[in-house]
């Protein structure tokens, strides 16, 4: 006579789990990132706050890799999720840090062009004197170039980031529905 041990194995999902803790708080630090293109950037304030973002989101990466099973075959979409705004949060850091030195190249031309010279004349009647040459008008035009130029650059890829942003998240999305 055998007797037959039954063993039942219950597997349940909990994606809700994973909305509040982990796809929530990587979008709220992608909001914060879009959201610091309106801090002034002329202070080190927006670089030191995307920095601070971008190590927030790798902490959270590294709970991530704890808690999703590392048997997968493929990358899960989640991991895919998180990795892409870490890059795009990344990415947001060089261009701050390339528009920060763009202003810095300007503010320093300006104000080299700004400065007043002052030359020693020899005068015949009162002996040496000193006169004063006001700045070179070019070189505030060019200083006044490199700002314009940071300020298109930070424009032109504000535009860039929310549409790679927006593309992100439709075909994640649709991905994620099928």
């Known amino acids: 006579m055998s007797t037959c041990n039954l063993i039942v194995i219950t597997i349940k999902r909990r994606p809700l789990l994973y909305v509040i803790n982990i796809i929530l708080p990587v979008f709220s630090f992608l909001v914060l990132d879009v959201t610091s293109y309106f801090i002034d950037a002329d202070g080190a304030d927006k670089l030191s706050f995307k920095v601070t973002l971008l190590l927030a989101i790798s902490v959270l990466l590294l ?9 997968a075959d493929k990358l899960p979409l989640i991991g895919i999720y998180c990795s892409v705004i870490f890059s795009l949060i990344g990415i947001s850091i060089l261009e701050t840090i390339f528009v920060n030195y763009l202003k810095a190249k300007g503010a320093e031309s300006r104000s080299a062009a700004l400065m007043q010279r002052t030359v020693a004349v020899i005068d015949q009647d009162d002996g040496v004197r000193e006169v004063q040459i006001p700045p070179d008008q070019n070189e505030i035009k060019i200083s006044l170039c490199w700002i314009r130029v940071a300020r298109i650059t930070d424009t032109i890829f504000f535009i860039f980031y929310i549409v790679t942003i927006i593309v992100f998240l439709s075909v994640l999305g649709s991905i994620w529905v099928r």
């Open 63 to 71: 709970i991530l890799n704890d808690t999703l099973p590392s048997t």
